[in-house]
């Protein structure tokens, strides 16, 4: 996932503000400072991003939902939950598989070995035999993962093109 420009500039500015306050004020409690809510109704203009999932390694995304959110913005931002969830249901499915696969392949080895701790070399080969076997899945989700990702670029058009012309006054003629 990208960062959103408004965080990122916002973050560069927070450093450059830190970086030319004085001495005196580093030497302030950090316990004045104010924190945010992290609570989504407060926040309508920024998006909240949690710890990785467990079995899925993503992070989820909870998009802002603006008081008086536009429908080119809504269609948008509805389309982008729908890509997160399939990508979080894909991951998942292929790491529960994994995960599975993996248990039972180090528990043949340790039965064929004695007990012995499963080497780098034997799970190389668990890893290979693994991927050559997803590989039709991995290809299939791909291009569904770029289907999914192009039909984000219409949506995306929409909306920043309502916000543009909702901001910018019209010029006056030359």
């Not at 939902?65 to 249901?89: K, L, M, T, W, Y």
């Not at 991995?138 to 569904?144: F, G, L, P, S």
Request: with cysteine; net charge positive.
């Amino acid at each position: 996932m990208g960062v959103c420009r408004r965080h990122a500039s916002s973050a560069s500015r927070a450093s450059t503000t830190a970086a030319s306050t004085s001495a005196a004020d580093s030497t302030s409690s950090s316990s004045s400072k104010k924190r945010e809510s992290l609570d989504p109704a407060s926040n309508t203009d920024k998006f909240l991003v949690g710890n990785p999932h467990p079995v899925s390694n993503l992070r989820p995304v909870k998009y802002p939902v603006p008081a008086h959110e536009s429908p080119e913005d809504r269609i948008f931002r509805e389309r982008r939950e729908r890509v997160d969830a399939f990508n979080q249901n894909f991951w998942v499915n292929n790491n529960n598989m994994f995960n599975k696969a993996k248990a039972e392949y180090e528990d043949k080895i340790r039965a064929q070995n004695g007990n012995q701790p499963v080497t780098t070399e034997e799970l190389s080969v668990f890893y290979k035999d693994f991927l050559d076997k997803a590989y039709d899945r991995q290809m299939t989700y791909n291009r569904q993962w770029w289907v999914e990702n192009m039909g984000l670029l219409l949506p995306a058009a929409k909306a920043a093109v309502r916000k543009w012309t909702a901001r910018s006054p019209s010029s006056p003629p030359a």
